[in-house]
């Protein structure tokens, strides 16, 4: 079993099943998050008894860094997993501090038809101690201290719910890494059951919906989901979200060149999301050979961004930093494996 899967209460209660006291987890949690072992053995405050005993239960593994691709302010990560499986993170070094966006899934079976990562279907969930690991593994590779978490990397992170709910607070624990939940971000592109059990978590993790289309029907041909769940329950179910949390929403729209980048778009999307405690991330695609999408042009993304703000729409466009790496979800575990 991977000790980086355990919560503090998990191990607590661990250690009260074997007759030793609970306070043992934070020992425990402090040697694994605070001093980043990555062995048992290491843990000197800890009785060898016991040491034999977690070593008999648990392990203490690391994803395995197979490649990087270093660009200006970005580093991409392939890592590959205990079973041969390879999912991907990205670092992101901004003025506020060092947000990486992780993989919650090998592969994804959204099946949006933009995504690299919808064209190779999903392998496995994540356990959230893989998903933890990718974490640590950048920071020992790197150097550097990660401040910020996006759920946004392989994976749809509401098809793997129960995982992504333990990861969340073993990050944002005190004894764990401590990240605050206002620096984690979780995206879906509108799991509405899902949504509906995370509004009642009443977490203050940021929650973020890949939208992409202002109408059912634009939105159908590229994201399967909407043949699921439209729309109308989607906005529906996300106003529900922001009345019980107060927190506000981001709506993630990758503009594709004539396809969803049109002033009529634009208009759509503001009345759309018009009254809501919302933004919209305009995000500049990143093409693949694999898919048949292109990026819309400069000219266009601010002319689309121009509409949203007169219409008084909170917009922003995301900094670009994927055109300097593989950076689109799953284009460099795809590289990657088409060269072995």
Known sequence: ????SQSLQDLENYFLDIGEKKFKAVQVYDWLYRKKVTSFEEMSNIKKTIIEKLKQDFKITLPSIVKVQNGKEVNKYLFELSDKERVEAVLMLHDYGNSLCLSTEVGCNM???FCESG???KVRNLEAGEMVGQILAVMQSSGLKVTHVVLMGIGEPFDNYDNVLKFIKIINSDYGLALGARHITVSTC???????EFTKEKLQVNLAISLHAPNDNLRSKIMKINKVYNINEL?????DYIKVTNRRVTFEYVLLKDVNDSEKCAHELANLLRGMNCYVNLIPYNATSHLEFKRADKKTILKFYDILKK??????IRREFGTEVSAACGQLRSSYEEEL
């Open 119 to 121: 064209r190779r279907k």
């Open 235 to 239: 906005i529906k179910v996300v106003k």
């Open 190 to 196: 509108g799991i509405i059951p899902k949504i509906k």
């Open 1 to 4: 079993m991977d000790i980086y």
């Open 111 to 113: 099946g949006c038809a």
């Open 311 to 316: 219409e008084k729409i909170g917009v922003t």
